[in-house]
């Protein structure tokens, strides 16, 4: 395939020879040429992988294929009264249309050849001729307008027919009509009349019959005899079987197993069960017991010994869950809390006090003292406004003074020492005799 390539490039000033031109469209013929033309799959000059086909001449067709490279699906659209309406979809491994009940398969004047299916073919409603067999033999017939349908041969798990003919009986007949048959299996068979095995049905004169096996849940036999021995015979004959079966046994001589029926000894025996329906008396074990002493003890235990029974829990002195407040508390317990121990707890919550004080009370008032709380601290004395010893220049003056030294204050001293007379007599406004005060300064 040819794709277009660009054959010259040209600039301002250029000179475009006839020539020039003629190449750069003989490659535009090319690319577009119906049979050798632009592949469109993609590649370099072959122009994009085409996504739409649809009707020639339209910018938007009604009639097109899409492919939906997101979705991963091929679209099949049709003009539908002048709307493009999505008919069906071809998906991984399906082809499914986009309404249900929608689209035909073929019509009554043109059908599809043949088809061929390996799993199930599911439809609301089948019509069809002829139904074959994988080897293609006609296994059923349906007839066109009456619908009968013809069965070379059927097997059946069950069939419920309800008219018509079988073998030329007429099926809900309210009149018997003779069936011939190579065998029959019935459930219930109510056979009034003719006869089996030459035997007449229906007579009041037994006649003998032979069959190979015969299953009964109930015979009346009267008479004849059954291995031998005589039914209805007043006098008791042996009888030889390999296993009999008996609802009630009344054996009044004989042996079982070597044992003797009516033996006034007692005899050994192997049985698998024995039933009896008045006492029973043995001189030894069963299984290994001693049945007589286990009696004895099992005389002393109640009906129903129950050993989680309440009462009888209580009576061997345990504690029940239900006499506990906090069965989970109790089981959690992990100290002794006797009056006498030392337990430790997480914490302890009272509603009353310890030791007369009431902790709660005490607590809040705790929280406003702070850790490690101290009344000699320098920092807490200072902010109480109280007044350091490390604050004076001589604390045995001040623990001494007892007179106010204010400034409106009235003062004795014995003795005054001035060391700058000159100063000091300003200080204290008086003359340097001292006399207006009548103070005795002694100058230096």
């Known amino acids: 395939m040819a794709g277009y390539i660009r054959q010259s490039t040209y600039t301002d000033g250029d000179v475009i020879q006839a020539s020039d031109s003629n190449v750069e469209y003989d490659a535009l013929v090319d690319a577009f040429s119906s049979s050798t033309g632009h592949a469109h799959d993609g590649t370099s000059n072959e122009g994009p992988v085409i996504g739409l086909i649809g009707d020639a001449g339209l910018t938007t067709p009604l009639n097109k294929i899409v492919v939906d490279t997101t979705g991963d699906s091929i679209g099949f659209f049709i003009d539908v009264a002048s709307v493009s309406t999505n008919q069906i979809n071809v998906e991984d491994g399906i082809i499914v249309p986009t309404t249900t009940n929608d689209i035909d398969l073929g019509t009554t004047s043109l059908l599809f050849k043949d088809s061929y299916f390996s799993g199930t073919v599911q439809t609301v409603s089948l019509e069809t001729s002829n139904i074959k067999a994988n080897d293609g033999t006609s296994a059923m017939t349906i007839a066109d307008g009456t619908g009968v349908v013809t069965l070379p041969s059927a097997v059946f798990?069950?069939?419920?027919?309800?008219?018509?003919?079988?073998?030329?009986?007429?099926?809900?007949?309210?009149?018997?009509?003779?069936?011939?048959?190579?065998s029959l299996v019935a459930t219930t068979a109510d056979i009034n009349a003719g006869n089996i095995d030459n035997t007449v049905i229906g007579a009041t004169t037994p006649a003998a019959a032979t069959v190979t096996s015969l299953?009964?849940?109930?015979?009346?036999?009267?008479?004849?005899?059954?291995?031998?021995?005589?039914?209805?015979?007043?006098?008791?004959?042996?009888?030889?079987?390999?296993?009999?079966?008996?609802?009630?046994?009344?054996i009044n001589a004989g042996t079982i197993d070597n044992t003797v029926i009516g033996g006034t000894t007692p005899a050994a025996g192997n049985f698998t069960d024995i039933t009896a329906t008045g006492d029973f008396t043995t001189t030894g074990d069963i299984d290994g017991r001693d049945i007589a002493a286990d009696g004895t003890k099992l005389d002393t235990i109640e009906t129903n010994a129950d050993v989680t029974d309440t009462a009888n829990v209580t009576s061997a002195g345990a504690l029940m869950d239900s006499e506990l407040t906090d069965i989970a508390a109790i089981k959690g317990l992990d100290q002794g809390v006797a009056t006498t121990?030392?337990?430790?707890?997480?914490?302890?919550?009272?509603?009353?006090?310890?030791?007369?004080?009431?902790?709660?009370?005490?607590?809040?008032?705790?929280?406003?003292?702070?850790t490690n709380a101290d009344v000699t601290d320098t920092t807490n004395v200072t902010a109480a406004g109280a007044l350091m010893d490390s604050e004076l220049t001589d604390i045995a003056a001040v623990k001494a003074l007892d007179q106010g030294v204010a400034t409106t204050d009235d003062v004795t001293f014995n003795t005054i020492d001035v060391t700058d007379a000159e100063t000091t007599r300003t200080n204290i406004d008086v003359d340097q005799a001292g006399t207006a005060?009548?103070?005795?300064?002694?100058?230096?």
């Open 157 to 182: 798990t069950t069939v419920d027919i309800n008219g018509g003919t079988i073998d030329g009986t007429t099926i809900g007949s309210t009149t018997p009509s003779a069936v011939t048959t190579s």
């Open 341 to 370: 121990d030392t337990p430790t707890f997480a914490g302890i919550i009272t509603s009353g006090n310890v030791d007369g004080r009431d902790v709660s009370a005490d607590g809040t008032k705790l929280d406003t003292v702070e």
């Open 437 to 444: 005060l009548a103070l005795a300064i002694a100058l230096g």
């Open 215 to 250: 299953v009964a849940t109930t015979a009346d036999i009267n008479g004849g005899t059954i291995d031998g021995t005589t039914i209805g015979a007043t006098t008791p004959a042996a009888v030889s079987t390999t296993s009999l079966v008996a609802t009630t046994a009344d």
